[in-house]
């Protein structure tokens, strides 16, 4: 069977729900670009540019990057593409996003393939992100400044009330698979495959 040219996997979950370590996953073994928006920002943060600058501290407070800043920058990723094969990872996290990105998918002609859902429950992301977090600063390296337990609690409400929605959303054109978040990397990742057949 000849492969799609276009393939558009969006991760849905909650903070702490392994979305990052799964999507890098999926990226390699289906060759597609994984675009985590955490990541690209994170990046603009280290690197002090102007952008950083500005969205350091919506960062550091676990609160969202205005939309009309998230839109521009996946518009930019999509536009040099001759093929969009990729995975999101962090995007969309509201409902303007969402319909945003469906405008530019329209435009490029490239449907949304699957749009996995990781569930798992609440007290286990809250361990699971401060437990990275200490990790992290065990073996010496840099702690994300948003991975405390304070912040995680307001990224999951942020979550719940501006993300939660884009569930419904998908579910309702039929796209959304939900996995079963908890179990090993092995485990869940097999789910995800699963759930794409
Ligand atoms: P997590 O899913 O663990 O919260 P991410 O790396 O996906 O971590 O995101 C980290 C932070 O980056 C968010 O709390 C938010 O401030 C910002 N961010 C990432 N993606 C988006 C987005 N699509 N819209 C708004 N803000 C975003």
Redesign the pocket.
């Known amino acids: 069977m000849t492969q799609p040219k276009h393939n558009v996997v969006i991760f849905l979950?909650?903070?702490?729900?392994g979305?990052?370590t799964q999507a890098e996953r999926l990226a390699q073994d289906k060759g597609l670009v994984k675009i985590?928006?955490?990541?690209?920002?994170?990046d603009h943060v280290a690197r002090g540019t102007d952008l950083g600058q500005q969205?350091k501290p919506?960062?550091d407070?676990?609160?969202?990057?205005?939309?009309d800043?998230?839109i521009a920058l996946i518009r930019d990723k999509l536009a040099s593409m001759d093929a969009v094969r990729v995975i999101f990872?962090?995007?969309?996290?509201?409902g303007a996003?969402a319909k945003e990105l469906d405008v530019l998918l329209e435009e490029l002609g490239a449907p949304v393939s699957a749009v996995p859902l990781l569930e798992v429950p609440d007290q286990v992301l809250i361990d699971r992100?401060v437990d990275r977090g200490r990790q992290a600063a065990a073996r010496g390296e840099a702690v994300?400044s948003?991975?405390t337990e304070e912040v995680?609690r307001r990224?999951q409400e942020?979550?719940r009330e501006q993300t939660q929605p884009l569930i419904d959303y998908y579910s309702a054109r039929g796209q959304l698979t939900r996995v079963d978040g908890v179990g090993s990397m092995d485990e869940v990742y097999g789910r995800i495959l699963g759930s794409m057949k």
């Open positions: 979950g909650p903070p702490g729900a979305k990052g985590s928006t955490g990541d690209i920002l994170r969205v919506i960062l407070a676990g609160q969202l990057v205005p939309d800043i998230l990872d962090g995007f969309p996290r509201t996003q992100i994300r948003d991975d995680a990224r942020i979550y």
